[in-house]
């Protein structure tokens, strides 16, 4: 019959209730038994002195013999025959464990102020023990689960304590048993869930601009981040410090050794606008004291620079070669960054290269209507990306390119030929190139309508609207201003002149009239001065003076205007009528227009002396 020295501990006895033990002692016999205790066995043999208090009997065992074994002898008689048998029941009380109450608090790091930390109860167990070699220790949340050893915490090297005292000491309790015995003893344990440094949930990403070099590596100044760490809290016992990972973060190694000069190690840590990994940063804030701390992460992202490109940016001159003109500069954003979509970036523009550097408050107002000072010059545009406010300078290069310098032509005029009196002709509109070219080279000539569709011409197309080409027949009677565009070979400037078309009226060939004159001599025979004639045959003829009159025999000698054959005044006619023909030609051109027409010499009338001796009355003479 064993018990554990739970009563006056270290005293070795304990009170046994030895009724609990007749059942086994008599075993399975139906007969009732009478079952008496003694101390002796001649004392069990002869029915003497038999144990009273046989509920509540202390074993009688001290001194050296403490934790021995005590026999005592039971009588088992039938009270019916008087026999009986005698058996030993020994008795023994075992020693409790002797556990050690930990001399310190167990203390953790509540590291989200929810009074909650993480305990490793193990830590304990050898203090615990106490030396003991044979004892397991277990741990509970109250006093009456250990003495019951029951819902056991399971998992006591990673222990989460539940806040159900006030205040951040806790007390759990250690069960020590014997793992022989069974025998226990229970000791109580403080633990504390010490709270961490205040530290925000989280921070926000640090961000640097790349170099113009676009490696994806910028220097950071991490303790950039100090102040939102620290917040407002009392920082005399608190240490900070930064991490490349969080392993080193929670074991406190390896701290970043200059924290406000740190280059990323992750090249592609690159921001906003592209894609890439982030590197992340642990801070890490530490009471000295207590050694709690709290570690939150952060990236660090290097965003890229943009990278426009130099762009020239050329216009002709618009102030008759002043080498000036009005630059929209915000046509070019394009052309600036030409492998980015345009609607990410802001674009500043100024004339000097240190304030665009400078972002100084004084761009370039009139950026859609400027004039340039000097030819070249250079404009500095600070492009700066949207999201992430990193910015470069470049240059726009503005320059003023010289535009052709025609010669305005005089009218190109032909002759009212074909359908005399119409008004209408075919000009040869490249009769006038070399005249409008005025020998400047590297120039092609195009023709249009109108000026305006003539200035909004494509050179490079044929088929532009008003565009007409040689020979071009005039739209509108006699005369028709046409323009021509004067674009360079080697430029994207032009000049535009106009082309008067004139169509030289004619006479009429039916409509020229004889010319007449009498024969005094009644001959048959007259000297006719055939200039004379040249007002009536011109007659009618718009920019007479143009023309000039020259006669001939017949009309071949006439169409030809052949050397040697051209009639002479004064011309003495060979007959009467007698056909002359007349060659109308253009003084300055090539037009001419041969006619016939009639000299006439005409008798000259005999009068004979009648003589009339009635002078009142009226004679007609024919």
């Not at 921070?203 to 113009?212: A, V």
């Not at 939102?228 to 240490?239: C, D, F, R, Y």
Request: hydrophobic fraction near 30%; charge should be negative; glycine fraction near 4%.
């Amino acid at each position: 019959y064993i018990l554990c020295d739970e009563n006056n501990t270290g005293d070795g006895k304990e009170e046994f209730d030895l009724r609990t033990i007749e059942a086994e002692i008599t075993g399975a016999t139906t007969i009732p038994m009478e079952v008496t205790f003694y101390e002796t066995l001649t004392e069990a043999e002869t029915k003497t002195n038999f144990i009273v208090n046989e509920s509540n009997y202390v074993n009688n065992i001290s001194g050296t013999t403490l934790y021995a074994n005590q026999s005592l002898y039971a009588r088992v008689e039938n009270p019916t025959t008087g026999c009986f048998t005698i058996s030993v029941a020994d008795l023994r009380v075992n020693p409790l464990p002797t556990p050690s109450t930990p001399a310190e608090k167990l203390v953790s790091c509540d590291t989200d102020a929810d009074g909650i930390a993480t305990f490793d109860l193990e830590s304990l167990t050898e203090e615990i023990k106490n030396n003991a070699t044979d004892v397991t220790i277990t741990y509970y949340e109250t006093r009456i689960e250990a003495e019951t050893a029951s819902n056991v915490i399971a998992t006591p090297s990673a222990y989460n304590n539940k806040p159900i005292q006030t205040g951040p000491t806790i007390t759990i309790y250690a069960r020590a048993t014997h793992n022989t015995t069974d025998c226990w003893q229970v000791v109580e344990v403080i633990i504390e869930a010490s709270p961490a440094p205040d530290a925000p949930t989280e921070l926000e990403d640090l961000e640097e601009c790349d170099d113009i070099t676009n490696d994806q590596l910028a220097i950071f100044d991490l303790t950039s981040q100090n102040t939102v760490m620290l917040g407002t809290q009392n920082v005399t016992n608190l240490t900070l410090n930064y991490y490349e990972s969080q392993s080193d973060a929670q074991a406190k190694t390896n701290p970043i050794a200059d924290p406000a000069n740190y280059e990323n190690k992750i090249k592609g840590a690159v921001g906003k606008d592209q894609t890439g990994t982030k590197e992340t940063i642990w801070a890490n804030i530490e009471n000295s004291i207590t050694g709690c701390s709290r570690a939150v992460s952060f990236n660090i992202v290097v965003n890229a620079l943009p990278v426009p490109e130099v762009v020239q940016y050329n216009l002709c001159d618009e102030d008759e070669n002043l080498e000036t003109t009005t630059f929209d500069l915000t046509s070019q954003i394009s052309n600036l960054m030409p492998n980015n979509p345009v609607q990410g970036f802001d674009f500043k523009y100024y004339e000097t290269e240190a304030d665009a550097i400078a972002d100084a408050s004084n761009p370039i107002t009139d950026a859609l209507a400027y004039r340039n000072t000097s030819n070249p010059q250079e404009i500095y545009v600070r492009v700066s990306n949207h999201d992430t406010g990193c910015s470069t300078v470049t240059s726009l290069v503005l320059k003023v390119l010289p535009n052709p310098s025609p010669k305005a032509p005089t009218p190109l005029e032909e002759c009212d030929k074909n359908a005399t009196g119409d008004g209408v002709e075919a000009f040869d509109l490249t009769q006038k190139t070399d005249e409008i070219k005025n020998g400047e080279p590297d120039v092609s000539l195009s023709y249009y309508l109108s000026e305006n569709e003539a200035k909004n011409a494509d050179p490079s197309s044929t088929t532009n609207a008003g565009q007409i080409t040689s020979p071009y027949t005039n739209a509108t009677r006699d005369e028709q201003r046409i323009y021509v565009r004067v674009d360079s070979d080697l430029t994207i400037c032009f000049t535009i002149v106009p082309l008067d078309l004139k169509v030289l009226t004619l006479p009429d060939p039916s409509n020229i009239p004889d010319y007449v004159e009498c024969s005094l001599n009644n001959t048959g025979k007259f000297a006719f001065d055939l200039n004379q004639h040249s007002p009536e045959i011109l007659s009618g003829v718009v920019d007479a003076a143009k023309f000039e009159v020259t006669f001939y025999g017949n009309q071949t000698d006439a169409d030809n205007g052949q050397i040697g054959t051209q009639l002479n005044s004064p011309y003495v006619n060979q007959s009467s009528p007698e056909q002359i023909w007349a060659r109308i030609t253009q003084k300055d051109g090539e037009c001419f227009l041969s006619a016939p027409f009639n000299i006439v010499v005409n008798p000259v009338m005999t009068l004979s002396l009648i003589h009339i001796s009635e002078p009142t009355r009226r004679y007609a003479i024919s």
